[in-house]
């Protein structure tokens, strides 16, 4: 049996608040498939925001909605601004830098294969993201805002349920 398609109306999910504890940065969580590995989500960041150092173990797609932001260890690539597609190869390590000077959010669309691996200073792996990590994240930080949770698609066969 084929699943069928999914469509997220993107506005009308919930943002989850202070994501990865920081109070810049809040996400919605789109999509989430444990078995295949990948994972969609919608990132907000204040203007200024810089992310800890990470490494993916996949792929990972990213079309920007609103904003700019770079990587600091590219200061010859373009910035990533409304319209921007950045395709970003398995094994990349970076550190995402929202522009001081945004014109209000940067809004992301972030498709991710894999993990993404949080690194301390000296490169080593501190923290995990993967899908698993996001439906568990998604689901805690909305119901502790008391924000109902929606059901998203998760699994393989990409069947809805709650998070």
């Not at 792929?59 to 590219?74: I, P, Q």
Request: hydrophobic share 40%; charged share 20%; with cysteine.
């Amino acid at each position: 049996m084929i699943p069928e398609s999914y469509h997220a109306d993107t506005d009308g999910l919930p943002w989850a608040e202070c994501w990865a504890d920081d109070p810049a940065i809040r996400l919605k969580l789109l999509m989430a498939d444990v078995e295949g590995a990948r994972f969609a989500v919608r990132m907000g960041f204040a203007p200024g925001t810089q992310v800890f150092p990470h490494k993916h173990t996949g792929e990972v797609h990213a079309y920007t909605l609103a904003g700019k932001w770079s990587y600091l260890e590219y200061p010859g690539s373009p910035a990533n601004v409304a319209g921007s597609y950045l395709f970003e190869p398995p094994g990349s390590t970076h550190t995402l830098k929202v522009a001081d000077d945004a014109d209000g959010e940067t809004d992301v669309l972030f498709v991710i294969y894999g993990a993404l691996l949080h690194l301390d200073d000296g490169g080593n792996p501190v923290a995990i993201t993967d899908a698993a990590s996001v439906i568990a994240e998604y689901g805690r930080r909305l119901r502790d805002a008391g924000v109902p949770v929606p059901s998203v698609p998760t699994g393989g066969a990409m069947g809805y349920r709650a998070v």
